[in-house]
Each structure stands twice: as structure tokens, then as C-alpha cells.
């Protein structure tokens, strides 16, 4: 099992970046899929971004492609979004996510969430 808790989350002007934290637990991190996702009131959560177990893989939303760079540190336990040129769209509560099957679509461990919000 592993606990993830987000950190970076704030108010930022459109054009601007943030960086997204998502600390996890236990000794086993290295072997799970991390994504980001993100969810506004009233709407799906939605994907925003993944990586591989080593980080040699990444997919992201076309939403958010040339835009979000996802990236991780097994060492440290930390998986990273990184969110530049940010968009008043981008608006929504951010969670990281864990999973420890490649294939599986869905994910077993997620964060409390970490609001953004992007300012016109």
C-alpha cells in the first residue's frame, strides 16, 4: 500500500508556473505508475499526465501537451508536475495517483488533492 500527499498547489496568473508535489510512502515506490489528474466542481476527473515505474515513459492530455512535464525521483519518492504557461482553464483541484499495473486504466492510490487556481 502507499500514501500519497500533494504539495505546490496555489494562485497563479495565466502565463505563469507552478510546480506540483506528490510525496509518497513506503519502500515500494519505484514499482507503481503515477499520473496526475485533475477535477473542477461539477465535472469527471479527468487525466492530466502519467510516467512509467523508471520515468523513461510519459503521456499527457492533449489538453496540457508542450504545456506539463511530468517527472519522478524514485529516491526521493516524489513524482513531479511541473505546469508552465498556465490557463485560467487549468483552474481545479490536482491529485497524484498510483498504480502498480502498466496496463490497468484505472488507479488504486490517490492523494487528498491540491488546488490550483489560474488567475485571467
Known sequence: QVQ???????LVQ?????RLSCAASGRTFSRYVMG???????????FVAGISWSGASTWYADS?????????D?????????????K???????YCAAKNDYVKSSYDYWG?????????
Do not use: C, H
Not at 4 to 10: A, F, R, T
Not at 14 to 18: E, Q
Open 4 to 10: 500519497l500527499v500533494e504539495s505546490g498547489g496555489g
Open 14 to 18: 495565466a502565463g505563469g508556473s507552478l
Open 36 to 46: 496526475w489528474f485533475r477535477q473542477t466542481p461539477g465535472k469527471e476527473r479527468e
Open 64 to 72: 496540457v501537451k508542450g504545456r506539463f512535464t511530468i517527472s519522478r
Open 74 to 86: 524514485n529516491a526521493a519518492n516524489t513524482v513531479y508536475l511541473r505546469m508552465n504557461s498556465l
Open 88 to 94: 485560467p482553464e487549468d483552474t481545479a483541484v490536482y
Open 112 to 120: 487528498q488533492g491540491t488546488q490550483v487556481t489560474v488567475s485571467s
